[in-house]
């Protein structure tokens, strides 16, 4: 079976499209993910920016986070059209893996948002998902939120490339979940970690908690 580790990055939904945000606070803007073989090595990748269809630009503090700007997804494809790609892509015999349960509530909202149906190859992504916030948080008795970047750092590993990239993040959630696979490195870690008290670095995701979001 393979593995997918997915990043999705997302911008808000202009306010003015009060009823839309109703249903999702925010658009997919990047779809990044990497695929592990069974020996949990890298095979392929998938990139693509998305065009929001409820915002006319990028705010400048998600550009300067993102690295994306407007320019760059103007002429992308539409979520229906890059997710249908990214499904084509995965393919079948999988299973999806995303750092943190926020990703996979954005592609339910969007869905519903945008008339998606959750059928077929939608509904098996979306029946197959792992979050591997939560399985890494409980495997090494973690009982706080923990950003991508600390976590790969805790693991022993240097963080490659620029976050709040969707395929860097990807990639380095692939990576994590490769080195916890050695038994050795997870007894080491369990028995030695400790968790500092400086406050954790937040996440794109963060900033929305996608299940409780209601607007009057």
């Known amino acids: 079976m393979k593995?997918?580790?997915?990043?999705l990055e997302m911008h808000p939904i202009e306010r003015h499209?009060?009823?839309?945000?109703?249903?999702?606070?925010?658009?997919?803007?990047?779809?990044?993910?990497?695929?592990?073989?069974?020996d949990n090595r890298e095979t392929s990748s998938f990139c693509e920016y998305v065009r929001p269809?409820?915002?006319?630009?990028i705010y400048p503090q998600y550009e300067?986070?993102?690295?994306?700007s407007y320019d760059m997804v103007e002429s992308a494809g539409s979520f229906e059209e890059v997710l249908g790609r990214f499904l084509d892509w995965c393919g079948e015999d999988y299973c999806i893996y995303s750092w943190s349960e926020n990703d996979l509530i954005q592609i339910r909202q969007e869905a519903q948002l945008k008339?998606?149906?959750?059928?077929?190859?939608?509904?098996?992504?979306?029946?197959?998902?792992?979050?591997?916030?939560?399985?890494f948080d409980a495997l090494l008795g973690i009982t706080r939120a923990m950003s991508l970047r600390e976590a790969v750092r805790l693991g022993g590993l240097d963080f490659a490339g620029r976050a709040h990239d969707g395929l860097v993040d990807a990639r380095n959630t692939g990576n994590l979940f490769?080195?916890?696979?050695?038994?050795?490195?997870?007894?080491?870690?369990?028995?030695?970690?400790?968790?500092?008290?400086?406050?954790?670095?937040?996440?794109?995701?963060?900033?929305?908690?996608?299940?409780?979001?209601?607007?009057?």
Not at 64 to 68: P, S
Not at 116 to 135: C, F, K, M, N
């Open 115 to 135: 008339g998606i149906p959750v059928t077929g190859a939608l509904a098996r992504l979306l029946s197959h998902w792992v979050d591997y916030q939560q399985e």
């Open 64 to 68: 300067q986070l993102t690295g994306i």
């Open 3 to 7: 593995r997918i580790f997915v990043d």
């Open 178 to 216: 490769r080195c916890l696979q050695d038994e050795a490195m997870v007894r080491r870690l369990q028995s030695s970690m400790a968790v500092s008290d400086e406050p954790l670095e937040f996440t794109l995701g963060d900033i929305f908690n996608f299940g409780a979001v209601r607007f009057a």
């Open 53 to 57: 269809a409820y915002t006319s630009t």
């Open 17 to 38: 499209h009060r009823d839309k945000r109703r249903i999702c606070a925010t658009e997919t803007i990047e779809i990044g993910a990497v695929m592990l073989d069974e």
